[in-house]
């Protein structure tokens, strides 16, 4: 089976993509918005594994992501901080604090320090959350869809710690600023899809223009 990647440079050798895709300016550096991108992420995972109606299979999945990302998010927020020219701030003990009330199983507390992170770091969506949904992004976000992703999203497999959830529903059910947000980490480095960065802003954005646009 052919890898996303070696999809992606067939979509663009024919020339379906990278089309005129304009330069889009940025308020946010490369590290604050993957900092900001990523807390939120984390905050949406908490309010997940707290719902009443996640089962334990997913409680686990859920558990293991927050775990996972945690690892990674004291350098990232250093990094973010520095590109802003923050003195660094002292996130030891708040990641610490998040580690502590996961482990406790302690979700209210949990959701309140991921809260406080999000607050302090907070997410722009500007360039991945398009205001115009063209019919130009629409046309790519769907063609996308369909070559890289429906494969695994659009018939989920529930019975799975961490399900491949139909993308559709999601943009329904999460706010805009969330659902930017798990499709920019979740297309870009996922250890289950393999998948390393491979779109630009304006695929992503046309991927959500496509997604809030219709339902499944
Ligand atoms: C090989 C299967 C596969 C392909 C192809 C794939 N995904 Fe995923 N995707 C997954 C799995 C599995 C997860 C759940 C990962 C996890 O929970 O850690 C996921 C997670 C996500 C998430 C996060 C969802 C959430 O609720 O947090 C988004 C967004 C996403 N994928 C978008 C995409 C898009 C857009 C494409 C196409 C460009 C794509 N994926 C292609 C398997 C795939």
Redesign the pocket.
């Known amino acids: 089976m052919a890898t996303?990647r070696q999809k992606l440079a067939r979509l663009t050798i024919a020339g379906a993509v990278f089309l005129a895709a304009p330069a889009v300016a940025f308020a946010q550096g490369e590290h604050a918005r993957r900092a900001a991108t990523e807390l939120l992420?984390l905050a949406g995972d908490a309010r997940r594994l707290a719902a009443e109606d996640t089962n334990d299979l997913h409680r686990k999945?859920l558990a293991d992501?927050i775990r996972g990302g945690l690892a990674g998010l004291e350098l990232m927020l250093r990094l973010a901080d520095q590109e802003q020219g923050h003195q660094p701030r002292p996130h030891g003990e708040a990641l610490a604090a998040l580690r502590e009330a996961l482990t406790a199983g302690d979700l209210v507390r949990l959701q309140s320090l991921a809260a406080d992170l999000v607050a302090a770091y907070p997410f722009r969506a500007t360039g991945i959350l398009p205001a115009i949904p063209t019919s130009k992004r629409l046309k790519l976000g769907r063609e996308?869809?369909e070559e890289?992703?429906a494969?695994?999203?659009d018939a989920p497999d529930l019975e799975v710690e961490?399900?491949?959830?139909n993308?559709f529903d999601?943009a329904q059910q999460l706010s805009p600023g969330e659902f930017s947000a798990?499709?920019s980490?979740?297309?870009r480095g996922?250890r289950?899809?393999g998948?390393d960065n491979p779109?630009s802003d304006e695929q992503i954005a046309s991927?959500v223009a496509y997604y809030r646009s219709r339902t499944n």
């Open positions: 996303v992420v999945g992501r996308l869809h890289l992703c494969g695994c999203h961490r399900p491949a959830y993308l999601e798990r499709m980490v979740g297309v996922d289950v899809t998948i779109l991927l």
